[in-house]
């Protein structure tokens, strides 16, 4: 077990103090929160189309219509995420290599 005393990192910007903790991110490339925001812009499309009838009764047609562009815009974030992933893995790889 180690018992270090490692305090955290303070910043002092101004009259503010900010203590830093060290402490690794959990989803480092964004690929898993990129994925689940992405199935639920298309959950929610999904959700309202049984309601299309009323959606449009009321004027808003565009809360399905928001879904599928959340849904279409995940899409691409998704790829920008996995694209960006994999060119730290292998940059990764290179530096171990060398």
Request: with cysteine.
């Given at each position: 077990m180690?018992?270090?005393?490692?305090?955290?990192m303070?910043h002092?910007?101004g009259?503010r103090?900010f203590?830093?903790?060290?402490?690794e991110?959990?989803?480092?490339d964004g690929?898993?929160?990129?994925?689940?925001?992405?199935?639920?812009w298309l959950?929610?499309?999904v959700?309202?189309?049984?309601?299309y009838?009323?959606?449009q009764?009321?004027?808003?047609?565009?809360?399905?219509?928001?879904?599928?562009?959340?849904?279409?815009l995940?899409l691409f974030?998704l790829?920008?995420c996995?694209?960006?992933?994999?060119l730290r893995?292998?940059?990764?790889a290179?530096?171990?290599a060398?």
């Open positions: 180690d018992l270090r005393d490692d305090q955290p303070q002092e910007i009259s103090t203590i830093v903790a060290d402490v991110p959990l989803d480092v690929v898993r929160t990129v994925e689940v925001g992405t199935l639920a959950i929610g499309f959700a309202l189309l049984p309601f009838g009323r959606l009764d009321d004027g808003h047609t565009w809360w399905l219509w928001t879904c599928l562009a959340g849904f279409g995940g974030g790829e920008y996995r694209r960006r992933r994999n893995r292998e940059r990764a290179g530096e171990a060398d």
